[in-house]
């Protein structure tokens, strides 16, 4: 079975730039996870959905950081207008109905923002 | 809200030897309890999970946890390392009465030939 997919895997982007990050989870799980990870804060929960419905938003950054799920098996992540304190690896993870804590993630995708 | 700590940042030990993987835990119930593997380069991979139940908990690739209420603790174990288990460890903490993942800092094990 395939796992979550992530893409692009890398990102090299300009400070201004808009970047959106991309996420197809396991198929029939229904929830979906962003985190983000670096060096001084480790890993955090950005958002979470499930059911394609954003339920804790409290963990985004700021308004320049967005995230969708348009369809169960697709979700973006987005920074408008992205900043150098951004770059940072970003994960996606999605879990099983009823196993919220079950989380199995993607490979990541690594932003670089100069 | 529950917490994690993982005291040590980075251990090295040698192929074939013991290792333990410290986890504390920060909790008034009992927590739903993880270890995951993240290798270089790539996401985590969950190794073993405690909900309930035994204490003794076997996971994936060899590796083992023990709940230890009493210590608020989840150390990790394996008998014998191998160089493919160098990684970075993360031990998790969830509750039952929240949805609300709280990772630990993180522990890099070097393998030594």
């Known amino acids: ?114 | 809200a529950q917490s994690v700590t993982q005291p040590d940042i980075h251990i090295t030990v040698s192929e074939g030897a013991s290792l333990e993987l410290r986890c504390n835990y920060s909790y008034g119930a009992t927590p739903y309890l993880f270890w995951y593997v993240q290798s270089p380069g790539q996401g985590l991979q969950l190794l073993l999970k405690y909900f309930s139940g035994d204490t003794l908990v076997q996971g994936i690739k060899g590796f083992e946890a023990e709940f230890k209420r009493s210590q608020s603790s989840f150390n990790l174990r394996k008998p014998s390392v191998h160089w493919s288990d160098a990684a970075e460890y993360f031990c998790a903490v969830g509750a039952m009465d929240n949805n609300d993942m709280r990772f630990g800092a993180g522990t890099r094990l070097t393998v030594k030939p």
Request: proline content about 8%.
């Open chain 1, 1 to 114: 079975d395939a796992g979550v997919i992530q893409s692009p895997r890398h990102e090299v982007t300009e400070m201004g730039q808009e970047v959106t990050l991309r996420c197809k989870p396991i198929s029939g799980h229904d929830y979906l996870f962003w985190y983000r990870q670096t060096m001084m804060r480790g890993l955090e929960l950005l958002i979470y959905f499930n059911n394609n419905v954003p339920i804790d938003d409290s963990g985004m950054p700021e308004d320049r950081f967005s995230a969708k799920m348009p369809n169960a098996s697709f979700s973006t992540l987005k920074i408008q207008p992205s900043e150098p304190r951004d770059s940072a690896v970003y994960f996606c993870a999605s879990s099983p109905t009823g196993a919220f804590y079950e989380q199995y993630f993607g490979p990541g995708t690594r932003l670089t923002v100069t």
